[in-house]
């Protein structure tokens, strides 16, 4: 995987990629391959910027294919959490970029989840972006908060509040094993979930455009398909590294949040012990799976996307 510009080599999430074994070419290198690198944007609504960029970029940078990320922020919304000097040094506004195309677009969730839609306060430009999706990218991504956006803007799916945040490490159900984007995926396996929102089945079975690909009895649909669009709708965070529970647990903890113990994640629901990650290889099946079906389904020339 490499960085599309500006200077890849400097980006914070390089050095702990590598320190992990996680394949980062130098531009220099990747330029020498003949086959055409994947153009991957990443819109990242997140507060911590850093953060989430390793989290994906860990994942994709476990593909073989050559990959460029591109990150991307929306222009009327600064974080708090990331500084203003790695904005600037790594992130280029949709504006900046619209006029390009991509194999594949992925847009992240954001902590507004309880929020309407329509509140959001950079709402029009999303909405904009995603029917730019629609002329400029072969394969969108969406994920927690921005596929519920997603999955309202194009099919008018509701989202409802819980009474309590469905928070912890639940089964989930592996509905479609014919499915190219669940190729090696288990029957039955582990999906962190965060969020104090869902969306419901029944709604999920009057859209016919959608398929529900993965669902758990406790939280409800995790993984959608739309085939039309070539897009996929993951409301749960298969991406979480090890200690992002953990970390969103103590936080709240400490701001004196009426909090739970994250389901099914300490070792017998003890949070002084160390929680083991096991979800670990389905998200690197997934995410390797939707860049291996973009790869294969994509133009030659990027100029074709969206024709």
């Not at 962190?192 to 079975?205: F, G, H, I, K, N």
């Not at 690909?213 to 669009?229: A, F, H, N, V």
């Amino acid at each position: 995987m490499s960085h599309a510009d500006p200077d890849p080599d400097t980006l914070p999430a390089r050095e702990t990629l590598l320190k992990e074994g996680v394949a980062v070419m130098r531009e220099t290198d990747a330029v020498r391959q003949d086959i055409r690198p994947l153009q991957i944007g990443l819109l990242n609504l997140m507060p911590n910027k850093i953060r989430t960029e390793t989290q994906i970029a860990r994942l994709i940078g476990a593909s073989p294919l050559q990959v460029e990320l591109t990150l991307v922020r929306v222009g009327g919304h600064t974080p708090k959490n990331t500084s203003q000097e790695h904005l600037i040094s790594f992130y280029q506004t949709w504006e900046e970029i619209r006029e390009r195309k991509f194999d594949g677009f992925i847009v992240t969730g954001a902590p507004i989840e309880q929020m309407p839609f329509e509140e959001v306060n950079y709402w029009e430009e999303l909405t904009q972006i995603f029917g730019w999706t629609q002329m400029n990218v072969h394969s969108p991504f969406y994920i927690c908060w921005g596929a519920m956006a997603a999955a309202y803007h194009f099919h008018g799916l509701p989202k409802y509040p819980l009474e309590a945040k469905a928070f912890g490490v639940f089964r989930h159900r592996n509905l479609d094993l014919a499915s190219p984007y669940l190729s090696g995926f288990s029957d039955d396996f582990a999906i962190p979930v965060s969020r104090w929102t869902e969306v419901r089945r029944a709604d999920v079975l009057e859209r016919p455009a959608l398929r529900l690909l993965i669902d758990s009895d406790d939280t409800g649909p995790c993984l959608l398909e739309d085939r039309k669009r070539r897009s996929l709708y993951m409301f749960n965070h298969v991406e979480y590294d090890s200690f992002s529970l953990k970390e969103e647990f103590e936080r709240d903890r400490e701001a004196g949040k009426q909090i739970q113990v994250p389901f099914g994640y300490f070792p017998e629901d003890d949070p002084t012990r160390q929680p083991l990650n096991r979800w670990r290889s389905h998200a690197h099946l997934l995410f390797g799976n939707w860049i291996n079906q973009t790869y294969q389904s994509t133009p030659f020339s990027l100029d074709e996307i969206g024709g």
